[in-house]
């Protein structure tokens, strides 16, 4: 059974709306698209690829489906570690509206999200990977279906956009499984969802 592993990423204030370009995402009249690309270095880089060493299949929000499929096709450089696999690995978007995808392999899962991911992470050898999808990996993470979370927290504050974790999140516990921080200041740190947060209490001493 495969897992399911969303890379992510987002601003010190939990933005994650249209990091990669001004237009990529301009709902909300949100002018702060391309916040990622200053930070764009070899460590960086070096992370992604690695992280596309591993797909089995790929889980893509409506959104973000739109804007891979109107770059990656046209990156047709085998030796491209991100290219080569979205191009050719199996591409699954839950959606309602999209009915005659353009990119070749491409499913369209139009039933119920919890029952089709579920059924897609047992047939898939090798990780499920969503990239970016914010809004479908908060339904996601609302559906306890996320093993793991690839979260790369940018040193910038925006003030304003969609955010991955807004008023009435699903509480969630994580286990820190690693990180580094690259030398243009990303914070690079991966999570295993480990169920509910427990709770305590600092109390005084006995002797207080």
Do not use: C
């Not at 290219?83 to 353009?102: E, I, R």
Request: glycine share 14%.
């Amino acid at each position: 059974m495969g897992k399911l592993v969303s890379t992510l990423f987002v601003t010190l204030d939990g933005v994650y709306q249209a990091p990669g370009g001004p237009q990529e995402d301009t709902r909300g009249g949100f002018t702060h698209g391309g916040w990622s690309f200053p930070y764009a270095d070899d460590d960086f880089g070096r992370f992604i690829s690695e992280v596309f060493t591993r797909p089995g299949a790929f889980l893509l929000g409506r959104r973000t489906y739109d804007i891979f499929a109107t770059y990656w096709p046209k990156v047709t450089d085998p030796g491209d570690p991100v290219a080569s696999k979205l191009n050719s690995l199996p591409k699954y978007v839950p959606s309602s509206t999209l009915t005659d995808p353009g990119w070749a392999g491409t499913t369209v899962l139009s039933g119920d999200l919890a029952e089709e991911v579920t059924a897609l992470k047992e047939h898939t050898d090798g990780e499920v990977q969503v990239h970016g999808s914010g809004a479908l990996l908060k339904s996601l993470l609302a559906l306890d279906l996320v093993d793991t979370l690839h979260l790369l927290t940018f040193p910038v504050v925006l003030g304003s956009g969609f955010r991955l974790f807004p008023e009435g999140a699903r509480p969630t516990a994580f286990e820190h499984a690693g990180g580094s921080v690259t030398g243009a200041g990303v914070s690079v740190q991966t999570y295993d969802l480990a169920g509910r947060p427990r709770y305590g209490e600092f109390g005084l001493p006995e002797n207080a």
